[in-house]
């Protein structure tokens, strides 16, 4: 378990979420590829602060950053959901093509 | 002995985090990626930030049954028993998918990172806990009031009742001019036709 693993397994990881986030139609799917691409920054501030960090505390509240903002973006990103559904009857990224309403 | 944990933690990661969206039910989704995420802090601890992926353990497993209950509000294809195309623009994701992985990989292999380990027996839960407390408090504390902040938004957003009745009841264009006259057409919900969301609902 060296850096450069612990990096290509995070990259994979929001690889993975780009392509899902790029690809699915319904905005719950979206925010789940988004949720991929920040657990893989997760992994990789983790790694840095194991392997190149001096295993100063710092890198750790880096992970702990990451992880309110992955709070923030679920909460905020379920009440848009909600909010553009109550709106327009629209879960499908096609359905809000224009920006009125 | 740890190497082939995290081989096995790395691996259950990705191939679970590929799945969520290989997947046909949006709620066997959610569980693969809370599965993703259970192995991402398995290699936290294994990386000897215990307390982080404890607490990711903890917050996503919460996080991913909430998540679970939003896809069966919004599931477009339930228990895979109704066959449809759930994606769009495939290659373009696809590619998109693939070139970040590979410029992350390109970067972990090529870049050279200075080699400064974390001694093992060094007590790095207690050294989190000082530093949150003491030198990095703005940080922990400018977090949470960002929760709180984000608490209050949701509520705004996904609240059926406004200040003046109905969510959008207080949604009314502002005029061009001042003292104009308000128009209609500009409104958020249109006003005529009674239910303005028949019809243009559903997936087709």
């Known amino acids: ?101 | 002995m740890i190497d082939v944990a995290f081989v096995v933690f790395a691996v259950a990661a990705v191939v679970s985090g590929y799945r969520v969206f290989a997947t046909d039910s949006m709620v066997r989704a959610s569980f693969l990626l809370l599965a993703s995420f259970l192995n991402v802090g398995a290699i936290l601890v294994l990386l000897l930030a215990e307390y982080l992926g404890i607490a990711l353990l903890f917050m996503m497993t919460v996080e991913m049954v909430v998540m679970a209950l939003f896809m069966v509000m919004f599931m477009m294809n339930p228990a895979g028993l109704n066959p449809m195309v759930m994606v769009h623009q495939p290659r373009l994701a696809a590619a998109a998918g693939v070139a970040a992985t590979v410029g992350i990989g390109v970067v972990a292999v090529v870049a050279e990172f200075p080699d400064a380990p974390v001694e093992t027996g060094r007590d790095t839960i207690a050294e989190l806990g000082a530093e949150l407390l003491g030198p990095s408090m703005l940080v922990f504390e400018s977090a949470g009031v960002t929760l709180l902040a984000t608490m209050v938004c949701a509520v705004i957003l996904s609240s059926a009742r406004g200040r003046y009745g109905d969510g959008y009841e207080g949604s009314l264009a502002p005029p061009l001019e001042p003292g104009g006259d308000h128009r209609p057409e500009d409104d958020l919900v249109d006003a005529e036709g009674g239910d303005e969301h028949a019809g243009q609902g559903g997936h087709g």
């Open chain 1, 1 to 101: 378990m060296t850096l450069v693993t612990v990096l290509l397994v995070a990259g994979a990881l929001v690889g993975i979420g780009v392509w899902g986030a790029l690809a699915q139609q319904s905005f719950v799917m979206l925010m789940m590829g988004i949720e991929l691409m920040v657990n893989g920054a997760i992994l990789a501030a983790a790694g840095f602060w194991a392997h190149a960090g001096d295993g100063g505390p710092k890198g750790q509240v880096l992970v702990i950053v990451a992880m309110a903002v992955m709070a923030v973006e679920m909460a905020i990103g379920f009440a848009l959901v909600a909010a553009v559904y109550r709106a327009r009857q629209a879960d499908l990224t096609e359905d809000i093509g224009s920006l009125k309403g």
